[in-house]
């Protein structure tokens, strides 16, 4: 059972980038899946996230208006789409997926990706 993430580089402030992460396995097809993200000498911190059918998001109130989460369900796959990129956006991004949903920006989750670079220069 993996997720996989792709999509992460370089990009300048206003710009705009697509994570996607791929999941395997069937179990994947009822849980919640998103994202954290993790600046360096920072803590783990809650970005985005979908049920499982993609009807219900969730973001931090730091993304609200400029990252999308969608998910392609037939594919068992998950997307952040995100615009107006700051620089303040650098992190590593981590899938994330388990069976429940966020409550706030609280989402103990049990499965995770191995990370993609995001940098956003000024």
């Known amino acids: 059972v993996q997720l996989v993430e792709s999509g992460g580089g370089l990009v300048q402030a206003g710009g705009s980038l697509r994570l996607s992460c791929a999941a395997s396995g069937r179990a994947y097809r009822s849980y919640a899946m998103g994202w954290f993200r993790q600046a360096p000498g920072k803590e783990r911190d809650f970005v985005a996230a979908?049920?499982?059918?993609?009807?219900?998001?969730y973001y931090a109130d730091s993304v609200k208006g400029r990252f999308t989460i969608s998910r392609d369900t037939a594919k068992n796959t998950v997307y952040l789409q995100m615009n107006s990129l700051k620089p303040e956006d650098t992190a590593v991004y981590y899938c994330?997926?388990?069976?429940?949903?966020?409550?706030?920006?609280?989402?103990?989750?049990?499965?995770w990706g191995q990370g993609t670079q995001v940098t956003v220069s000024s």
């Open positions: 994330a997926a388990d069976p429940g949903v966020p409550h706030g920006s609280s989402w103990p989750v049990r499965s």
């Open positions: 979908t049920n499982w059918s993609g009807g219900s998001t």
